[in-house]
Nanobody, 115 residues
Framework: QVQVLESGGGLVQAGGSLRLSCVVS????????IGWYRQAPGDQRELVAT???????NSADSAMGRFTISRDNAKNTVYLQMNSLKPEDTAVYLC?????????WGQGTQVTVSS
């Protein structure tokens, strides 16, 4: 069974940085596509960035120039480095792994950016 576990969230001041981690187990990690999404209270879930099994990256406009997604296949981990954080980045950040068999979501990690 595929398990997805996020970590690294927390409280940070505006302008600060955080690095989120997403560890995936139970599947062939290099073959997985991985994405970070976020959801603020009352809002729809939105894409932050994705990285394919071939490390092709897709980022939302809101993430461009501030957030960087990367993967370490040896550690079964995808990272989201977030710099220059803004209060509007406050949300639960969720990791999704997917392949031809289906989508697998983690429980999320809370990121709160204070002004």
């Amino acid at each position: 069974q595929v398990q997805v576990l996020e970590s690294g969230g927390g409280l940070v001041q505006a302008g600060g940085s955080l690095r989120l981690s997403c560890v995936v187990s139970g599947s062939t990690f290099p073959a997985l596509h991985i994405g970070w999404y976020r959801q603020a209270p009352g809002d729809q879930r939105e894409l932050v960035a994705t990285i394919s099994s071939r490390s092709i990256i897709n980022s939302a406009d809101s993430a461009m120039g501030r957030f960087t997604i990367s993967r370490d296949n040896a550690k079964n981990t995808v990272y989201l480095q977030m710099n220059s954080l803004k209060p509007e980045d406050t949300a639960v950040y969720l990791c999704k792994a997917w392949n031809w068999q289906g989508d697998y979501w983690g429980q999320g990690t809370q990121v709160t950016v204070s002004s």
